[in-house]
């Protein structure tokens, strides 16, 4: 276990390395400077502007300026938002984004998992018809249509929830549901395959044989093999997720990081958009390492590769 | 040789199963059934519809504005008085274009990618995949959107932005498939008789690509028409007065309490168009499927 962190570890360095170079790279590459504005400042001024954020040095000091700063945490000021820096607005809005995520990744699990065992269990059933036509249902209806969809049933007809704002606990529920019931939809139908090529096995024959009752060869003797495909889909999911949260956070009005990445993609704010990439791909690449890890536990024959 | 002959033949024999056949098994779904009809059914009402109606889709009329669904306005107007039967159909143009058109860029980069490193194999091969898993850690939207800020908005750029990244599953499909292949007895026995690469490669290797190619490729179509629809919704792709489902699921989302048919109309079209694609897809893999 301690050799396969070590070694995922040495694989996610340099890949940090490689899109940390990439964005810089891209930032001096983009036409035209942060500063352009409508009306020319004056050499003197550009130049003390240029000083302030170290842009008069060559080109290698500023690169390893740059790389160093990253290590650091520190992704810079922000073009936009004078006075602050990149890290400051994600520091202050990603807790949000990330508790928005943890919302959506349970209503993903709790509802795609037990859609999906449900359907392995009536399995050539009529049931299973019904639950798996659910998840394709889920799976036509992203965000940006199921978050209005929703809205528009239960907050401007119904009147149960707020339209907008992340203010109480009510506030949570549309917003999680819009993000995670898609997932949840390719969840059941992971689940069910999954669990469908475990009852296969002999053993689970053996175990009903010796007269287990059937929740429990679900339970103890099914699942956990039966959610490896699962676990391995958490890793594109939360990078889907994150993606959803851009469209979510913007159509719920959410402070959080990913309305603040579409303003700043919006505005032009060139070090922002760059920093939260870098932030974001970080942040991937850990949740990709726990995913490893998580498999790597579940199923420990994968370990040899 | 004998041996090599025999084996060719039952590989001919595979691939020129009568076409008639192989149609008719994959209708006898009824996922591929309703699939297609449904498909074909929007493809056609987006393509030829917009001929048979009197409806502009840019010229606005303000003193409209957006009217309920009517005789004369279908699906009613949005909110520039513009008839939203005619937006939707045309927007449907714009998704469902860049959808195959990414998804020809996709295949074009992921098959000669992919079979370039499973067939050099080595170093080159771990080199090539390397660089594969170290994209497919990003989030693709994140990509699309960071090149569609730095290279401008333009359809073109936003097809070609999407299928740059699309291509990354096609290229570890494709790069195994070529890894499997490349040591069959035929392919070798190819080798040996002075058959150049290039020909190697297009008549023994791609031949039998073929059918991962086209079941990858049916389920890329969805997933790219999703993204496009993410990045229009987020108001970076399409620019108004164009249109795609995207673009105008946001219009929508915007004034859905006042003016739900601006949302409904766009969206039913999006999700029905991505719902019969995935059966279309589903039914493609389970038909080419061995195991079955």
């Given at each position: 276990m301690a050799q396969l962190i070590l070694r995922r570890l040495f694989q996610t360095i340099p890949t940090l390395w490689l899109i940390a170079t990439a964005t810089f790279i891209l930032l001096q590459l983009i036409p035209g400077g942060p500063f352009d504005?409508?009306?020319?400042?004056?050499?003197?001024?550009?130049?003390?502007?240029?000083?302030?954020?170290?842009?008069?040095?060559?080109?290698?000091?500023?690169?390893?300026?740059?790389?160093?700063?990253?290590?650091?945490?520190?992704?810079?000021?922000?073009?936009?938002?004078?006075?602050?820096?990149?890290?400051?607005?994600?520091?202050?809005?990603?807790?949000?984004?990330?508790?928005?995520?943890?919302?959506a990744l349970l209503v993903a699990l709790f509802v795609g998992v037990p859609l999906g065992i449900l359907a392995a269990i009536y399995h050539g059933k009529r049931m299973e018809t019904l639950f798996m036509g659910l998840a394709l249902i889920g799976i036509c209806l992203p965000a940006f249509v199921l978050g209005p969809l929703l809205l528009l049933v239960f907050s401007t007809e119904l009147g149960w929830f707020n339209t907008f704002g992340w203010n109480t606990p009510s506030d949570r529920v549309l917003p999680a549901l819009t993000l995670g019931l898609f997932y949840a939809a390719f969840v059941a139908r992971l689940t069910r395959s999954g669990t469908l090529d475990v009852l296969k096995n002999p053993y689970i024959q053996t175990a009903r044989a010796k007269g287990l009752k059937e929740h429990r060869i679900i339970l103890v003797h099914t699942l956990k093999v039966a959610l490896s495909p699962v676990v391995s889909y958490l890793g594109p999911a939360v990078a889907g997720m994150i993606s959803g949260s851009?469209?979510?956070?913007?159509?719920?009005?959410?402070?959080?990081?990913?309305s603040f990445f579409v303003n700043s993609a919006f505005n032009r704010d060139d070090t922002m958009v760059m920093g939260t990439v870098l932030f974001y791909a970080a942040l991937i690449l850990l949740f990709n390492l726990i995913v490893d890890l998580l498999h790597a536990w579940m199923n420990p024959r994968t370990q040899r590769d | 040789m004998i041996k090599v002959k025999l084996e060719k033949e039952i590989i001919l024999k595979k691939t020129q199963a009568s076409a008639p056949t192989q149609w008719r098994s994959f209708f006898s779904s009824a996922y591929a059934r309703i699939g297609t009809t449904l498909f074909l059914g929007i493809l056609i009402a987006c393509l030829f519809g917009p001929l048979f109606l009197d409806h502009s889709y840019e010229s606005t009329q303000l003193e409209l504005g957006a009217q309920a669904p009517s005789y004369n306005h279908l699906f009613g107007t949005d909110t520039l008085g513009r008839d939203l039967l005619i937006r939707t159909l045309i927007g449907g143009r714009i998704s469902i274009l860049i959808g195959f058109l990414a998804t020809v860029v996709a295949v074009l980069i992921g098959v000669s990618y992919g079979m370039i490193a499973g067939y050099v194999g080595n170093k080159t091969d771990?080199?090539?995949?390397?660089?594969?898993?170290?994209?497919?850690?990003?989030?693709?939207?994140?990509?699309?959107?960071?090149?569609?800020?730095?290279?401008?908005?333009?359809?073109?750029?936003?097809?070609?932005?999407?299928?740059?990244?699309?291509?990354?599953?096609?290229?570890?499909?494709?790069?195994g498939e070529t890894r499997n292949l490349k040591t069959q007895a035929y392919v070798e026995a190819a080798k040996v008789n002075g058959l150049p690469h290039h020909k190697i490669l297009s008549k023994h290797i791609l031949k039998n690509l073929i059918s991962p190619i086209i079941v990858f490729a049916t389920l890329t179509v969805p997933s790219v028409i999703l993204l496009e629809s993410i990045i229009s919704f987020l108001g970076l792709g399409v620019q108004a007065p164009l249109a795609s489902w995207g673009s105008l699921i946001n219009e929508g989302a915007q004034k859905f309490d006042i003016y739900p048919w601006l949302l409904i109309f766009p969206s039913l079209f999006f999700s029905l168009t991505i719902l019969s694609l995935n059966f279309i897809g589903d039914a493609l893999r389970d038909h080419f499927d061995p195991s079955k």
């Amino acid at each position: 276990m301690a050799q396969l962190i070590l070694r995922r570890l040495f694989q996610t360095i340099p890949t940090l390395w490689l899109i940390a170079t990439a964005t810089f790279i891209l930032l001096q590459l983009i036409p035209g400077g942060p500063f352009d504005q409508e009306k020319p400042v004056t050499p003197e001024v550009k130049r003390l502007i240029e000083a302030h954020y170290g842009m008069d040095k060559p080109i290698h000091e500023q690169y390893l300026q740059f790389l160093l700063n990253r290590l650091q945490g520190d992704f810079g000021p922000s073009y936009k938002y004078a006075g602050w820096d990149v890290d400051e607005i994600i520091a202050q809005s990603f807790p949000i984004s990330l508790e928005l995520g943890f919302y959506a990744l349970l209503v993903a699990l709790f509802v795609g998992v037990p859609l999906g065992i449900l359907a392995a269990i009536y399995h050539g059933k009529r049931m299973e018809t019904l639950f798996m036509g659910l998840a394709l249902i889920g799976i036509c209806l992203p965000a940006f249509v199921l978050g209005p969809l929703l809205l528009l049933v239960f907050s401007t007809e119904l009147g149960w929830f707020n339209t907008f704002g992340w203010n109480t606990p009510s506030d949570r529920v549309l917003p999680a549901l819009t993000l995670g019931l898609f997932y949840a939809a390719f969840v059941a139908r992971l689940t069910r395959s999954g669990t469908l090529d475990v009852l296969k096995n002999p053993y689970i024959q053996t175990a009903r044989a010796k007269g287990l009752k059937e929740h429990r060869i679900i339970l103890v003797h099914t699942l956990k093999v039966a959610l490896s495909p699962v676990v391995s889909y958490l890793g594109p999911a939360v990078a889907g997720m994150i993606s959803g949260s851009f469209v979510v956070e913007t159509l719920f009005f959410i402070p959080g990081l990913g309305s603040f990445f579409v303003n700043s993609a919006f505005n032009r704010d060139d070090t922002m958009v760059m920093g939260t990439v870098l932030f974001y791909a970080a942040l991937i690449l850990l949740f990709n390492l726990i995913v490893d890890l998580l498999h790597a536990w579940m199923n420990p024959r994968t370990q040899r590769d | 040789m004998i041996k090599v002959k025999l084996e060719k033949e039952i590989i001919l024999k595979k691939t020129q199963a009568s076409a008639p056949t192989q149609w008719r098994s994959f209708f006898s779904s009824a996922y591929a059934r309703i699939g297609t009809t449904l498909f074909l059914g929007i493809l056609i009402a987006c393509l030829f519809g917009p001929l048979f109606l009197d409806h502009s889709y840019e010229s606005t009329q303000l003193e409209l504005g957006a009217q309920a669904p009517s005789y004369n306005h279908l699906f009613g107007t949005d909110t520039l008085g513009r008839d939203l039967l005619i937006r939707t159909l045309i927007g449907g143009r714009i998704s469902i274009l860049i959808g195959f058109l990414a998804t020809v860029v996709a295949v074009l980069i992921g098959v000669s990618y992919g079979m370039i490193a499973g067939y050099v194999g080595n170093k080159t091969d771990a080199l090539m995949m390397r660089f594969v898993d170290i994209v497919y850690a990003l989030p693709f939207t994140i990509i699309v959107i960071l090149l569609t800020v730095l290279l401008g908005r333009s359809l073109i750029l936003i097809f070609l932005a999407i299928g740059a990244v699309e291509w990354l599953t096609l290229a570890r499909i494709v790069r195994g498939e070529t890894r499997n292949l490349k040591t069959q007895a035929y392919v070798e026995a190819a080798k040996v008789n002075g058959l150049p690469h290039h020909k190697i490669l297009s008549k023994h290797i791609l031949k039998n690509l073929i059918s991962p190619i086209i079941v990858f490729a049916t389920l890329t179509v969805p997933s790219v028409i999703l993204l496009e629809s993410i990045i229009s919704f987020l108001g970076l792709g399409v620019q108004a007065p164009l249109a795609s489902w995207g673009s105008l699921i946001n219009e929508g989302a915007q004034k859905f309490d006042i003016y739900p048919w601006l949302l409904i109309f766009p969206s039913l079209f999006f999700s029905l168009t991505i719902l019969s694609l995935n059966f279309i897809g589903d039914a493609l893999r389970d038909h080419f499927d061995p195991s079955k």
